[in-house]
């Protein structure tokens, strides 16, 4: 069942996000050409400022487009749990043959498989800009793709390929774990903002959810404190000779660890709200 339900929840985010992609995409190549003209403008012994001034809004407005992109998508992702389980969608979704964890795992793992794609299309169009947008001269900006061999190659010469890897892993092992945390505190937030509040649930969960996050933040405050001064922090440093990955495999294990600590408790606490608190009627 959990299945059907991910492809489910996958195909209706299709229908909206994929197109809003296209679009965010298009207007990316509108900007770069904008960008570019503005260079051409700008390296003209006569240009004209109004082109000018037409081609910067252009290209602010296509700027503006990608961070309504990103925020619109997030937006959409975290109320289609909410349309989906607390108004009349949830009538139909709670009569389903499937229990209450199939159906919360659906919904998590749509949110992160769409936050993701989302990131993705972000840095895309980060890409296109700094790859085509800021050339000087000719389609590609070659000095780009220099720096970014430069850096490749600096990281090989100061780490092995051991440690590369491994910062690899464990910056997806975070995000992943980060995501799940993220998700679900808005879910939690959204679950016991729609069962506590008669009206205004949204609002309530917005407030909840910013209650929650500050838990989290000081929790992390007073860990960090805590192994930042007290013996604990320079003991374990000393023993990877106080080099950097050694600070970062202790700040991976903290923050990872507290973030999968908060995210099953959020996964569990909300399971249980909508299997035993929740109430349509």
């Known amino acids: 069942m959990l299945k059907k339900l991910l492809k489910y929840d996958l195909k209706s985010m299709v229908r909206l996000l994929v197109p809003l992609s296209l679009a965010v995409i298009g207007t990316t190549i509108a ?6 003209g503005i260079q051409s403008v700008n390296n003209a012994r006569h240009g004209s400022w109004i082109l000018n001034s037409t081609l910067a809004i252009l290209f602010a407005s296509t700027i503006l487009a990608l961070i309504a992109y990103v925020f619109f ?18 009538y139909l979704t709670f009569t389903l043959p499937a229990k209450t964890s199939s159906v919360l795992t659906a919904k998590v793992i749509n949110a992160i498989i769409w936050s993701t794609y989302t990131f993705v299309i972000l840095f895309l169009c980060i890409f296109i800009y700094a790859a ?18 430069r850096f490749l190659n600096a990281a090989a010469e100061e780490y092995s390929a051991g440690i590369i890897v491994k910062y690899v892993i ?47 933040s000081m929790f992390m405050m007073i860990v960090n404190g805590i192994l930042m001064f007290t013996d604990l922090y320079p003991v374990y440093v000393s023993a990877y000779e106080a080099n950097v990955t050694g600070i970062l495999d202790t700040v991976f294990i903290i923050n990872a660890g507290s973030f999968l600590i908060f995210a099953i408790a959020a996964y569990y606490l909300t399971r249980h709200l909508l299997k035993n608190k929740l109430n349509l009627s």
């Open 31 to 36: 900007g770069t050409a904008a960008l570019r």
């Open 73 to 90: 998508s997030q937006i959409l992702i975290m109320y289609r749990y909410y349309t989906n389980l607390f108004t009349d969608e949830g």
């Open 132 to 149: 085509f947008g800021s050339a000087d001269t000719g389609l590609i900006n070659v000095e780009f793709f220099s720096g970014i061999k």
């Open 170 to 216: 464990e910056g997806i092992v975070f995000y992943i774990v980060a995501m799940l945390y993220s998700t679900l505190s808005i879910y939690l937030a959204l679950t016991i903002g729609s069962i506590i509040a008669k009206k205004h649930k949204i609002l309530a969960s917005i407030g909840i959810y910013y209650a929650i996050n500050t838990v989290m």
